[in-house]
């Protein structure tokens, strides 16, 4: 899959493609749906998905809490798996957000990049204030030669399917019912990062990883099914991970803690692709450090069982 940042700057293999257009973030199944569409719409030419970073929302509200179901490279890495050949992940800045709806279609979309077709959601607006319609992206396709189809938007279990439904389910403690909405695991992927070794001592070597920039999970323990992604221990593990700010030790930034069930070796450097299952239980504060050894005993016991399930 080829990556373009820059719709001024590309080369001609880049262009003609049939492009779905958002966010994507969490690449959940309406998100698949569109770009299914974009297959269909034009099944010789080049599978594209355009979209933007930083996300808008960042861009226009930079401190706001984070909201992310995925980093910028976890998404790429989903929509290579799902057959994508160009990915225009375009550069969100002052420029871009300055054009008007008309300026977009013409600039970005015909002369940048060539499109021959575009996949928008129903509710897709777009341009300078968002003040461009699906109706406004008809014209301009029928206007500069390229053609636009509309998905209306997917529903599951009377849910509609959007990152907003996914954000509530995690923050409630319902990874799965997440998962039915994303049609897969949601992911917390990065690298492994140098903790403070408390694990080791208490017989729990964990895999520690920031989740800075990520929409967060209910803080507490999961069963876990983790990718870990290169180096010499590259595979798929069992584990039960804890999210959150480690309430015994007084920590204060969030992370995500995993313990790989019957595996020996060192991850530092490492990318893991962490997949949550099921929330066991909140961070609680033990009295000591022997009652935290034992609830850490059953909840590996309770995460094996839902693990070996699956």
């Avoid at 798929?236 to 015994?248: K, L, T």
């Avoid at 070796?265 to 909140?282: E, K, N, Q």
């Amino acid at each position: 899959m080829r990556i373009v940042r820059d719709y001024q700057y590309t080369r001609p293999g880049d262009r003609g493609a049939s492009v779905a257009i958002g966010n994507f973030d969490g690449v959940h199944l309406g998100h698949q749906a569109v770009i299914g569409l974009a297959r269909q719409a034009a099944p010789n030419a080049p599978l594209g998905v355009l979209t933007f970073e930083p996300h808008p929302r960042e861009y226009f509200a930079p401190d706001a809490p984070s909201f992310r179901l995925m980093s910028a490279e976890a998404r790429a890495a989903r929509l290579e798996k799902l057959g994508v050949d160009m990915l225009y992940q375009l550069n969100f800045n002052t420029a871009m957000a300055s054009l008007s709806p008309q300026a977009f279609a013409r600039r970005v979309l015909c002369e940048g990049l060539g499109l021959v077709n575009v996949v928008v959601g129903a509710d897709f607006c777009f341009g300078k204030g968002r003040t461009g319609t699906v109706s406004d992206l008809i014209a301009f396709g029928e206007e500069m030669g390229f053609g636009v189809t509309v998905a209306d938007l997917m529903e599951t279990d009377g849910l509609v399917v959007s990152s907003t439904a996914i954000r509530d389910a995690l923050s409630e403690g319902r990874p799965r019912d997440a998962a039915k909405l994303l049609g897969h695991w949601h992911r917390i992927e990065g690298e492994v990062i140098g903790g403070e070794q408390r694990g080791r001592e208490l017989g729990y070597p964990t895999a520690n990883m920031s989740i800075d920039g990520l929409h967060p999970p209910k803080f507490g323990v999961y069963a876990v099914l983790v990718d870990v992604r290169d180096g010499p221990h590259r595979g798929s593990y069992h584990g039960a991970a804890s999210v959150g700010v480690r309430p015994m030790f007084d920590g204060e930034v969030p992370n995500i803690e995993t313990f790989l069930f019957d595996f020996t070796g060192d991850l530092y450097g490492a990318t893991l692709s962490v997949g949550l299952v099921d929330y066991l239980r909140p961070e609680l504060k033990f009295d000591g450090l022997d009652a935290l050894i034992t609830q850490m005993d059953a909840d590996c016991v309770k995460a094996r069982t839902i693990l070996e399930a699956l």
